[in-house]
């Protein structure tokens, strides 16, 4: 039984380490994985030529380089830094220094020399991301630690001031890998005090200093000399250099000078003589409110005569008992005046700047209100803008992401985030920058889409000799923006898988779900291209001669590789361009008949013929076959010999029709458009008629570049859902394109990474149809399959519910009952149970039974009449060893030719197992689990049980 590569149900971006072996490099592969990452580390010790040219031809999401103490000056260092200058990912470089401590002159050489390598990093790597932890001391044997420059733990708690362990050097390391890239330098540094108890542990096997009462101990570290440092760039580090018994110290003891006696009663009094002086200084210079007028002078007294003395006597008396007292009362009526009026400038002065504090904080919440606003605004808009890619057909074809709207919200936002984490730090807000992310990716995506749509028309342009130029060198570089592509669509499904769903509603959870499910069906559709342009070449006769054979099958008349045959559309290429076109018809395929094909069995019990018609050639269900004997026959009669062979069916001229417009048909005066297509068919019995269709629709297609690029779009898409297939003459092209589905095959994929490599089991089934009634109804059949398996530990049942509807509402040909050969393709160790047709439960002696390619298959008759419907049940087991995470998967095989079924899978979990992981999304009801999705191509579905 033939085999093709699938992909996994989830890929992930890888990200590029180059480290030493340590426990960072573990710590941080660990929560890199945790954020759906892929990490691939590199020891840089062990990193060659060899491994730099074959890293060339990767992309990864980003690459990080451990940079530490035993690599600096080396030449290996030498070539990580120059693998790193020729790369176009983000990089970030993660080195350590010393802090600010400067405890001995050994220390600002070292620190010196580390500054200075930053700065080398940051010149000639300008675009790398350069990230310093300042004073790392629990990495001894990777970065100097800064324990190494004191004496014991005691001298080192009161002079070290910062310091960082690992675990805080992985997470900032961890977020900044997961984040969008910045360039520059960051600084690792945490502020603290630490006591000797904490820093004991790392002094341990350290020789100890003893301490005089009288002494104070002086470290004083020798110098390194020129030498050293030379030596130290010219060799690697060992494991132990840095180790402190090549530290020497110098003991110096230094006196201590005699306490200084301070005479207090001095100081107080000193102390009450000064605050007297200024006590008496307040009272002269009391402030007077400068509004407040001196009483005006008194008025001049008018001159009186002369007074008697008794007069004078009693004028004296009077003023000595009222004067002074009116005196007093103008001075205390001044006071209080001058009371009040300095309290009401008080009071207005505190009511400006109150009015003033209120108009700026007014001012200020309007700002914030506006900016807050605008900001929830704009990222709801551009988060709208990316869920409507739910509804299109094609991820960022929409001109909607070129608006200079788009460009203009992108860089507003953008913008706001930058202001705010210069406030909150570089990791705010990581759920709107994702989306800014992601929304300039697709702006990139639409971008990328319409360069490939121009170097696609181009390259068919010029196969079909419309256009100069060499196809084989547009063909390279439509190569080149696929991988773009791909790389930008790693990316954003990064960015949207990073996007909290926690608090959206269920139709934006659906929409970011279909969203990444239309992702990662670009990326295999992109790796797939890959794949098949590496047989581009061969396929455009670079450098021989080669036809290519269009085999249209009519699935009117359902058969079990498409339909019957309807004629070969014979193209020949040479240098890459189309240089002759012919048909040809079953009838001059056949010629005269000398070319007899013995028949199956089934063949001649249902048909009473004893040789194989040429129509019938895809009788059997392997299309590489059919493609064999139909090449064996045009070589014997025709002499014409294809090298590759292209298989399609009436729907597919149906969807080329819809794709690329009405067809007008010269000879019939008729117009056929998707609506009237199958109708068409329908109402012209002679035999000519699809061949007229087929010829008018190639010459169309072959005349017109635009047309052909969107009739290769059907057909690439027909191959992807097993509704074309390709077929190659060499052995070993072949192989690929059955590696892909391509070729026709009863197929058994690989069980997907997601659900385990050891111990996961697959099932297959493949259930084929051939019309035997000799009328042309294809299009007028419905069908709905209903699929349930029970897993149990130690064996797997199935029971198949086939409902056929036969919708023709006549008996008249070309219309009339559906009688329909049903095969099932079942594994090798299958054992059917029972089969039902309508209320009758057949014999199973009497269906016809085979082995094909490491399988076997069962077949019956059935018929549907008009205007009714027919149940078919088949019921059947395997046997299946359940051990602990054991995988399942199920592969429903879609026959081509045959319209979208109603399709529902249901898997049953038995003894007591229980669903941990499920692809592709299902809905679990009562314990089981339900697929239920539009079979428009083969169905693959996984289930791994705990």
């Not at 990089?91 to 580390?114: C, M, Q, V």
């Not at 009288?214 to 690697?236: D, H, N």
């Not at 009669?637 to 298989?647: F, S």
Request: net charge neutral; aromatic share 6%.
């Amino acid at each position: 039984m033939s085999m093709f590569v699938t992909q996994s149900l989830e890929s992930s971006v890888t990200v590029l380490v180059f480290a030493r072996p340590s426990p960072v490099v573990e710590a941080l592969k660990a929560a890199l994985q945790e954020k759906h990452l892929e990490v691939l580390v590199v020891d840089p010790l062990k990193f060659t030529d060899k491994q730099a040219s074959e890293f060339n031809h990767k992309s990864f999401y980003k690459i990080c380089w451990l940079f530490d103490d035993t690599l600096k000056g080396t030449v290996l260092a030498d070539l990580v830094f120059q693998f790193l200058f020729g790369r176009e990912e983000p990089i970030i470089i993660l080195t350590a220094t010393l802090g600010r401590e400067d405890p001995s002159s050994s220390w600002k050489e070292k620190k010196k020399g580390d500054e200075a390598l930053v700065d080398h990093l940051r010149k000639n790597l300008s675009a790398a991301r350069v990230m310093v932890a300042v004073n790392w001391f629990d990495l001894p044997d990777l970065f100097v630690s800064p324990l190494h420059f004191f004496i014991d733990a005691q001298t080192a708690s009161s002079e070290l001031k910062s310091g960082v362990e690992a675990s805080t050097v992985v997470d900032e390391l961890s977020r900044v890998l997961v984040r969008p890239h910045r360039q520059g330098a960051d600084t690792i540094e945490k502020n603290k005090n630490f006591t000797s108890g904490e820093l004991e542990k790392y002094f341990v096997g350290r020789p100890l200093v003893e301490r005089r009462e009288e002494q104070v101990a002086v470290q004083v570290v020798e110098q390194p000399t020129e030498t050293t440092f030379t030596l130290v760039r010219q060799q690697l580090l060992e494991e132990d250099t840095l180790d402190l018994v090549h530290q020497e110290f110098n003991i110096q003891v230094i006196p201590v000078p005699p306490p200084r006696i301070a005479n207090r009663q001095r100081q107080y009094e000193e102390n009450i003589s000064r605050i007297k002086q200024r006590y008496q200084k307040q009272q002269i210079l009391t402030p007077v409110a400068r509004k407040v007028k001196s009483p005006a002078p008194p008025l001049p007294e008018v001159p009186k005569n002369e007074l008697q003395p008794v007069e004078r006597h009693l004028e004296a008396t009077i003023q000595q008992l009222f004067g002074s007292q009116r005196q007093e009362q103008r001075v205390e009526r001044l006071q209080k005046k001058v009371q009040k009026t300095v309290r009401a400038q008080r009071k207005q002065v505190r009511q400006k700047r109150a009015m003033k504090g209120l108009s700026i904080l007014t001012a200020l919440l309007v700002v914030i209100g506006v900016a807050i606003g605008s900001f929830v605004i704009m990222r709801a808009s551009l988060f709208q803008l990316i869920l409507s890619q739910a509804s299109s057909e094609n991820l960022a074809d929409q001109e909607v992401w070129q608006d200079w709207k788009t460009q203009a919200l992108v860089n507003a936002l953008a913008t706001e985030i930058q202001a705010y984490q210069m406030i909150g730090g570089v990791e705010s807000l990581p759920e709107t920058a994702a989306v800014v992310s992601a929304v300039r990716q697709m702006q990139t995506i639409h971008q990328l889409r319409q360069e490939l749509k121009q170097l696609g028309e181009q390259s068919v342009a010029q196969v079909l000799g419309k256009q100069p130029g060499d196809v084989f060198e547009t063909v390279t570089a439509l190569a080149a923006q696929q991988q773009t592509l791909y790389s930008s669509l790693s990316v954003i499904q990064t960015q949207l898988q990073s996007i909290s769903t926690e608090f959206l509603a269920d139709n934006e959870k659906e929409a970011i779900e279909k969203i990444l499910g239309e992702i990662q069906q670009t990326r295999r559709q992109v790796a797939t291209f890959e794949q098949i342009r590496q047989l581009l070449p061969a396929f455009l006769a670079q450098n021989e001669r080669r036809r290519v054979a269009i085999v249209l099958q009519d699935s009117q008349e359902l058969r079990p590789s498409g339909g019957v045959v309807g004629g070969v559309y014979l193209l020949t290429l040479e240098k890459g361009t189309i240089i002759d076109q012919q048909f040809f018809t079953p009838t001059q395929i056949e010629g005269n008949k000398t070319a007899a094909l013995p028949a199956p069995a089934d063949y001649k019990k249902l048909l009473h013929k004893d040789n194989l018609q040429i129509v019938d050639v895809g009788w059997g269900p392997d299309f590489t076959e059919t493609a064999n004997t139909l090449n064996g026959l045009l070589d014997h009669t025709l002499g014409r010999k294809a090298d590759l062979m292209v298989g399609v069916t009436t729907n597919t001229l149906h969807d080329i029709i819809e794709k690329t417009g009405p067809l007008a048909l010269d000879g019939t005066r008729e117009t056929l458009t998707e609506k009237n297509f199958y109708e068409r068919l329908e109402s012209h019995q002679e035999a000519g008629y699809l061949e007229t269709v087929f010829v008018t629709l190639m010459e169309r297609v072959l005349r017109e570049p635009t047309q052909a690029s969107q009739a290769l779009s059907v057909v690439s898409n027909e191959l992807q859902t097993g509704q074309a297939f390709l077929v190659s003459a060499q052995s070993t092209e072949n192989d690929v394109l059955n590696s892909l589905g391509w070729a026709g095959q009863v197929s058994t994929p690989q069980c997907p990474s997601l659900l385990g490599t050891e111990g996961c089991q697959i099932s297959t089934v493949y259930q084929l149809e051939s019309n035997i009634g000799l009328n042309k109804i294809g299009s007028l059949i419905e069908r709905k399959v209903e699929h349930t398996i029970e897993v149990g530990k130690n064996q797997l049942r199935h029971k198949r519910l086939l409902t056929l509807t036969n919708q023709a509402s006549t008996n008249r040909w070309p219309s009339g009952p559906y009688r329909d050969y049903l095969r099932f393709y079942l594994p090798a160790d299958a054992e059917l149970v029972m089969v039902r047709v309508g209320d009758t439960i057949l014999d199973l002696k009497t269906l016809e039974k085979g082995q094909d390619k490491g399988g076997q298959f069962v077949g019956f008759l059935v018929e549907v009449p008009i205007k009714s419907s027919l149940n078919i049940s088949l019921e059947y087991r395997q046997p299946f060893s359940y051990i602990a995470g054991t995988g399942f998967a199920f592969f429903d095989q879609k026959q081509a030719g045959t319209l979208p079924d109603d399709y529902t899978l249901t898997v049953v979990p038995q003894d007591g197992l229980q669903p941990s992981v499920i692809a592709p999304k299902a809905e679990i009801v009562n314990g089981k689990i339900v697929f239920q999705l539009p079979r428009e191509k083969h169905q693959f579905v996984g289930v791994k049980f705990r």
